[in-house]
């Protein structure tokens, strides 16, 4: 599976960005995907995941900011981040996990994209 990050870039306080995940070589519909960030100087973050199933779970420090979804006929996945702050400047991550061991932890997933960044200024 190979994954690529789009949509970052430079957002004042209080914007919104949409990131896209888009997906080839497998179909995304029946894995768990997840979206990660890491600061400069930071490790690796868990922020929202969306499963097979279509429900959710998100971060504390996301929740009612960002919401994840999917589009199965585009096998790609999105990160609405609305209300964004200083603090969620990262390089972001999208993540697939093919075997659904818990969303959260890093290590669980099997495939990353390379990453995009969002860059919130004050």
């Known amino acids: 599976v190979q994954l690529v990050e789009s949509g970052g870039g430079l957002v004042q306080a209080g914007g919104s960005l949409r990131l896209s995940c888009a997906a080839s070589?497998?179909?995304?519909?029946?894995?768990?995907m997840g979206w990660f960030r890491q600061a400069p100087g930071k490790e690796r973050e868990w922020a929202a995941t969306i499963f097979w199933s279509g429900s959710t779970d998100y971060a504390d420090s996301v929740k009612g900011r960002f919401s994840i979804s999917r589009d199965n006929a585009k096998n790609t996945v999105y990160l609405q981040m609305n209300s964004l702050k200083p603090e969620d400047t990262a390089v972001y991550y999208c993540a697939a996990d093919t075997i659904g061991r818990a969303s959260r932890i890093p290590n669980n997933y099997d495939y990353w994209g390379q990453g995009t960044q969002v860059t919130v200024s004050s």
């Open positions: 070589g497998r179909t995304l519909s029946r894995y768990t």
